[in-house]
């Protein structure tokens, strides 16, 4: 599935868009933080929930469940959320 990755994080995969295969969003994340080393402690911290500053979509709906089931045609886009004065 298509996995649509910001800017901040452009720096793991080296691409706006990477594929990515797993059952739920879990799932992914773990195959994207074996081929991209780091990544997805820069997205879930370690009580294994999404960390304030990212947003993540499947299908266009945000989700706060990482074990949400996923089909082969569904889309991932993470979005990081940006801050300052």
Do not use: C, W
């Not at 793991?12 to 868009?17: C, F, I, L, M």
């Not at 594929?19 to 009580?47: H, I, K, T």
């Not at 999404?50 to 979509?57: A, E, G, L, N, Y």
């Not at 991932?76 to 801050?83: D, E, N, R, T, Y």
């Amino acid at each position: 599935m298509k996995v649509l990755i910001p800017t901040p994080l452009r720096s793991y995969t080296g691409a706006r868009e990477v594929e990515a295969g797993g059952g739920s969003v879990a799932e992914v994340l773990s195959e994207l933080d074996r081929r991209y080393p780091g990544f997805r402690f820069r997205m879930v911290d370690e009580q294994n929930r999404v960390r304030p500053h990212i947003r993540v979509f499947v299908n266009g709906e945000q989700i706060f469940d990482l074990r949400r089931p996923l089909g082969p045609s569904d889309s991932i886009h993470i979005v990081q959320a940006l801050s300052g004065g």
